[in-house]
């Protein structure tokens, strides 16, 4: 079968979670969680689902994107576009006129994305696996063949990707710097060598005791106390030991709950914290400094997700202090996760399945972070992107890192029940998917329940 794609149909699909302030943090105090919600309809009957992940205003812009994108993608069969996934990267990403509306960032890539994704579902459905399982069968020449490497090529090329030779990097380099370039490459082939080995062993070990996780469902910012400790104490009885809390509306708040939840999930487990880009760099120095009696993994988000160079500041300023900088899910593209990795501006690699061009642009992050030792550790806040992101973690581990040290794909307890294939989590674990696909596909009733503005859902909220 060809798998002719007929059509495109998009959708505004808009939860009111900002009712019970779920998702809420110092910088988006109302969310509703939301998706432009994207099916393909191909001649054999065979549906690719996608969607990316929006807070409520604006989704509408989102999908005026989608269908701005859709005629690049009807009349072409699924092999023609996966023949040649690079070339068809570069077809959506570079249309001369509407790549001014970016290029490869924002609004047109929240829309790259969300088509990407239902055209990997598509693939996932046609071979008859789950995506993570269709990425860990494919011949590395033919993940790679996937992948767009311009803008990256100074620090990660396709020879590279391959584990082939990294000779041509040391031209023109000095000796200090073709030194680290060698130390680096040879790290990296070494890792890619020792991960071919234990790669089914690896699978084995994901299918039987699945990936860790960590949550952030016990402490949104707007929640009450009463509901922090109830929501920890209800983690920890399932299993729970890392924990992510929303700061920075409040110092002197900020040390309340931080000691709260620090006492309800005592000394040995994990306390991450989340500033989603509130603070100036001075600002953010001092303000995790105080809060670092808790012993927070790390600070996310700390500033502005463009400042590079403010992130590597604050890095270096809190390396003393032993608190990490994460950030990820506000970055645009690639060629700003080179740029972070570069000026050691993060230690911890936080990649999206919506913000980022797709399935292909998310592996090259995660091939550079693996060759800058980077351990990532996904995004996964809002609906759907925990069904997203478990699939290019146990990818991830299995066939780039084969390392679970400092990583963990974060968790949100809310909306699951909206999916055919919800994710599964045990003992803190994402378990991998079964079903064929990328766990994209919404229930039929939920879409309609739930389109904005005319869904049963929103016809009641307006009357109020």
């Known amino acids: 079968m060809l798998h002719t794609i007929l059509s495109v149909t998009v959708r505004d699909v808009r939860f009111p979670t900002s009712l019970e302030q779920h998702g809420s943090d110092a910088m988006h105090t109302d969310p509703d969680y939301s998706a432009a919600y994207v099916v393909l309809n191909t001649d054999c009957g065979l549906k690719g689902f996608g969607f990316t992940f929006t807070l409520g205003k604006g989704t509408e812009i989102v999908v005026c994107a989608v269908k701005a994108l859709a005629g690049l993608l009807v009349g072409k069969t699924l092999q023609e576009i996966v023949s040649d996934f690079r070339g068809f990267y570069r ?11 970016g290029p490869e ?5 929240l829309a790259t994305a969300a088509v990407l994704n239902a055209v990997w579902d598509l693939w996932a459905r046609a071979e008859g696996k789950p995506l993570w399982k269709l990425l860990v069968d ?35 380099r000095s000796n200090m710097q073709r030194c ?10 070494d890792i890619l060598v020792k991960a071919r080995e234990g790669k089914k062993q690896r699978e084995e070990e994901m299918l039987r005791e699945g990936y860790p996780a960590y949550t952030t469902s016990c402490a949104w910012i707007g929640y009450s106390d009463q509901q922090l400790r109830q929501l920890c104490t209800d983690a920890l009885q399932r299993g729970w030991t890392r924990f992510k809390v929303k700061v920075g509306a409040d110092l002197q708040d900020d040390v309340r709950r931080c000691r709260l939840i620090r006492e309800m999930i005592g000394p040995d487990n994990v306390m991450m914290i989340d500033a989603n880009q509130r603070w100036d760099v001075g600002e953010a120095v001092s303000w995790v400094s105080s809060l670092a009696e808790f012993r927070p993994l790390w600070i996310e988000e700390p500033t502005s997700p463009d400042d590079i160079l403010g992130h590597a500041a604050v890095s270096k300023a809190l390396a003393p202090l032993g608190i990490g900088v994460a950030t990820g899910e506000q970055c645009h593209n690639r060629v700003m996760f ?3 990795l570069q000026a050691s501006a993060l230690q911890f690699v936080q990649i ?32 759907g992107l925990c069904e997203l992101m478990q699939h290019l973690i146990l990818f991830d581990y299995i066939c780039v890192s084969a390392d679970l040290s400092n990583r963990m794909c974060e968790f949100v ?23 064929p696909g990328y766990s994209c596909e919404m229930l ?7 389109e904005y503005p005319e869904g049963e859902i929103w016809r009641q909220h307006m009357k109020k």
């Open 413 to 435: 307890d809310h909306l699951h029940e909206h999916f055919t294939s919800p994710v599964v989590i045990q003992n803190a674990r994402y378990m991998p998917p079964k079903d």
């Open 91 to 101: 077809l959506l990403t570079s249309d001369s006129q509407m790549r001014w509306l």
């Open 105 to 109: 960032k924002g609004v047109i890539h």
């Open 138 to 172: 494919m011949d590395p020449r033919q993940i790679v063949s996937c992948l767009d490497f311009r803008y990256i090529t100074d620090v990660l090329t396709e020879e590279e990707a391959l584990g082939e030779t990294g000779s041509h990097l040391m031209s023109k």
């Open 338 to 340: 080179k740029q972070f």
């Open 444 to 450: 039929e009733s939920s879409v309609k329940t739930h």
């Open 352 to 383: 999206d399945g919506c913000r980022l061009g797709s399935v292909n642009e998310n592996l090259t992050v995660l091939l550079m972070a693996h060759k800058f030792q980077v351990p990532v550790c996904p995004h996964a806040g809002g609906v």
């Open 180 to 189: 680290f370039l060698c130390f680096l490459f040879f790290l990296h082939a």
